[in-house]
Nanobody, 123 residues
């Protein structure tokens, strides 16, 4: 059973940075796509960024200048570094996974999700 667990959320002020982590347990699966999504109250869940087992990365256009996705294969940890935060970044952030490599452009529909973690940015 794949398991994902987020940490590192919390509060920040406009312009500050936060780094989210996700402990990833894939139980030996070699091909995978890891992603960060976010969802605010009343909004649809939207993808923030994805990173594939082969290293390919893709970002939501509006976030690629401020957000960086990375992974540490030695510790099985996925990261999302968020810089220049603004109140519109206030959301619940989810770590997600599929057990095949990320498509370059097509939407992904993860099979596995973390429980989510709150990020709140104040003005």
């Amino acid at each position: 059973q794949v398991q994902l667990k987020e940490s590192g959320g919390g509060s920040a002020q406009t312009g500050e940075s936060l780094k989210l982590s996700c402990e990833v347990s894939l139980y030996g699966h070699q091909s995978y796509c890891l992603a960060w999504f976010r969802q605010g109250s009343g909004n649809e869940r939207e993808e923030v960024a994805r990173i594939s087992s082969d290293g390919m990365r893709r970002y939501q256009d509006s976030m690629k200048r401020r957000f960086t996705i990375s992974k540490d294969d030695a510790t099985n940890t996925l990261y999302l570094e968020m810089a220049g935060l603004v109140p519109e970044d206030t959301d619940i952030y989810y770590c997600a996974a599929t057990l095949w490599t990320c498509p370059r452009q097509a939407p992904i529909h993860p099979n596995y999700w973390g429980q989510g973690i709150q990020v709140t940015v104040s003005a």
